[in-house]
């Protein structure tokens, strides 16, 4: 089994910066990827950008490039998501989701991911 915690969501302006944070414990080493997720009330989990563990490979949701930059701590288990030049169309809960499953490249869809944190609310104020 696998824990994730996700931190470091919050209230910010427009503009502004975030650093989300996602601990992994368990059985951390059968990783194969990690990424982020989004979700708004009423609308399907959407992909914000992914990191395979070997590579490492990276992927990014057209809406956040140059504006987000995924990365790992691999001592500590973390993966941290940089949120720079936030906009409201952000504000959602962010989740970090890991992947035991053998994959080559990011798979932006959710159902490929097995574990997935509690999430935290990230609000973008105009």
């Known amino acids: 089994q696998v824990q994730l915690v996700e931190s470091g969501g919050g209230l910010v302006q427009a503009g502004g910066s975030l650093r989300l944070s996602c601990a992994a414990s368990?059985?951390?080493?059968?990783?194969?990827?990690m990424t982020w997720f989004r979700q708004v009330p009423g609308k399907e989990r959407e992909f914000v950008a992914g990191?395979?563990?070997?590579?490492?490979?990276?992927r990014y949701a057209d809406s956040v490039k140059g504006r987000f930059t995924i990365s790992r701590d691999n001592a500590k288990n973390t993966l941290f998501l940089q949120m720079n030049s936030l906009k409201s169309s952000d504000t959602a809960v962010y989740y970090c989701?890991?992947?035991?499953?053998?994959?080559?490249?990011?798979?932006?869809?959710?159902?490929?991911?097995?574990?997935w944190g509690q999430g935290t609310q990230v609000t973008v104020s105009s």
């Open positions: 989701a890991l992947r035991v499953r053998p994959v080559v490249v990011v798979t932006p869809l959710w159902r490929e991911y097995d574990y």
């Open positions: 368990g059985r951390t080493f059968s990783t194969y990827g």
């Open positions: 990191m395979t563990w070997s590579g490492p490979s990276t």
